[in-house]
């Protein structure tokens, strides 16, 4: 692609002599035009988008409240595994959310790109570290969840959980500490993450290929386990059943869920990511992607919602079970007693 350029020193050497120049390559993100501004499509990107990312920092919030308020602090670390979870995920979209609110806010404001270029890079690396830590944590979620079900094992975290959490924060933490040393992250016209020029090999290798390969475990896991859960559990119906592997079953269930929430929120960037390797992203797909990848707290929410309504009905549960059971021995204490009255009244006779 190239500009043509004409002007009176042409006409020194010929008439029709046209002399062509290569096109303008950007150098770096902030050379891209401000998405959506010459097409009208600004505010349909940046107004969807704040609306999610609020809606989704108020659900990661409230999670945090209600958590702390039914449960004691103290005792976090003997919660379920489940609850940490939803703990570990709400603390990750509100630090997102937070984050990507504020450059989303900063270009909606200035209809810019953000300046100065440092804060943008800030903002990419917060979004760079609580992407991926959320899609590792949901990773190790439906590979414990396979281990419970066909191992019967539980996947050790270690001591205050620093086995997970060393994983899930300290790796994209030194991959994003990488990715600002090789000066990757920036502006891509829409928002502060991979810089639109210089960090588009960095976003293939630091997003679309682990998200794609993350995304297909998490599938193939979840589908394993389910599968066994329901082959298990027809087997359990001609039998009495097994309480351990009850127990296991809902536990794996309650962490299948986030599994399912997460191909909700990051399918879209998923085709997205592979579709920009073969052709131009359709519009529609791109509005998908801004939308979608934000509801990450929304769906935490409805995940935390179920598990306490599964948590209230399976106490719910116990507690008529036990009344059952106890009246039943209460019964079976009645007729034994009647029965000693009975052999002693045939023995006085």
Same mark, same amino acid.
Request: some cysteine.
């Given at each position: 692609m190239c500009l043509n350029w004409s002007g009176p020193d042409s006409k020194m050497v010929s008439d029709n002599l046209t002399i062509t120049r290569?096109?303008?390559?950007?150098?770096?993100?902030?050379?891209?035009?401000?998405?959506?501004?010459a097409n009208?499509?600004?505010?349909? /990107?940046?107004?969807?988008?704040?609306?999610?990312?609020?809606?989704?920092?108020?659900?990661?919030?409230?999670?945090?409240?209600?958590?702390?308020?039914?449960?004691?602090y103290r005792s976090f670390f003997s919660w379920t595994k489940s609850e940490r979870f939803v703990v570990y995920l709400a603390v990750c979209d509100g630090l997102f959310s937070m984050a990507h609110s504020m450059d989303h806010l900063h270009i909606v404001i200035t209809k810019n790109h953000v300046y100065p270029r440092g804060l943008c890079k800030f903002y990419g690396f917060m979004l760079?570290?609580?992407?991926?830590?959320?899609?590792?944590?949901?990773?190790?979620?439906?590979?414990?969840?396979?281990?419970?079900?066909?191992?019967?094992?539980?996947?050790?975290?270690?001591?205050?959980?620093?086995?997970?959490l060393l994983y899930t924060f300290g790796t994209p933490f030194v991959g994003a500490c990488i990715?600002?040393?090789?000066?990757?992250?920036?502006?891509?016209?829409?928002?502060?993450y991979f810089d639109g020029v210089k960090g588009e090999l960095?976003?293939?290798?630091?997003?679309?290929?682990? /998200?794609?390969l993350i995304l297909c475990m998490n599938i193939v896991l979840y589908c394993l386990t389910l599968h066994r859960i329901n082959t298990e559990e027809e087997l359990l119906k001609e039998s009495?059943?097994?309480?351990?592997?009850?127990?296991?079953?809902?536990?794996?269930?309650?962490?299948?869920?986030?599994?399912?929430?997460?191909?909700?929120?990051?399918?879209?960037?998923?085709?997205?990511?592979?579709?920009?390797?073969?052709?131009?992203?359709?519009?529609? /797909?791109?509005?998908?992607?801004?939308?979608?990848?934000?509801?990450?707290?929304?769906?935490?929410?409805?995940?935390?919602?179920? /598990?306490?309504?599964?948590?209230?009905?399976?106490?719910?549960?116990?507690?008529?079970?036990?009344?059952?059971?106890?009246?039943?021995i209460s019964i079976n204490l009645d007729n034994t007693v009647k029965d000693n009255a009975d052999t002693g009244q045939r023995s006085e006779k």
């Open positions: 290569p096109a303008y390559q950007p150098k770096d993100g902030y050379d891209i035009p401000v998405y959506g501004l009208g499509q600004f505010y349909s /990107l940046h107004v969807p988008a704040l609306t999610f990312i609020f809606l989704s920092l108020t659900s990661a919030i409230a999670v945090l409240v209600a958590s702390f308020k039914l449960q004691s760079t570290v609580f992407i991926t830590a959320q899609n590792l944590m949901v990773n190790i979620v439906a590979f414990n969840a396979f281990i419970l079900i066909y191992y019967r094992k539980n996947v050790d975290l270690g001591r205050y959980d620093y086995r997970l990715a600002v040393g090789l000066g990757t992250l920036g502006s891509n016209g829409a928002f502060c960095a976003n293939i290798f630091f997003t679309t290929i682990p /998200l794609i009495l059943g097994n309480g351990r592997v009850n127990r296991s079953h809902k536990a794996a269930r309650n962490m299948s869920m986030f599994v399912v929430a997460f191909f909700v929120q990051w399918c879209p960037l998923t085709v997205y990511g592979l579709w920009q390797l073969i052709a131009p992203v359709p519009q529609l /797909l791109f509005q998908m992607v801004t939308t979608f990848s934000n509801i990450g707290g929304i769906l935490n929410g409805i995940v935390f919602i179920i /598990l306490k309504r599964r948590k209230l009905m399976s106490h719910k549960e116990g507690k008529e079970s036990s009344s059952v059971h106890m009246k039943d």
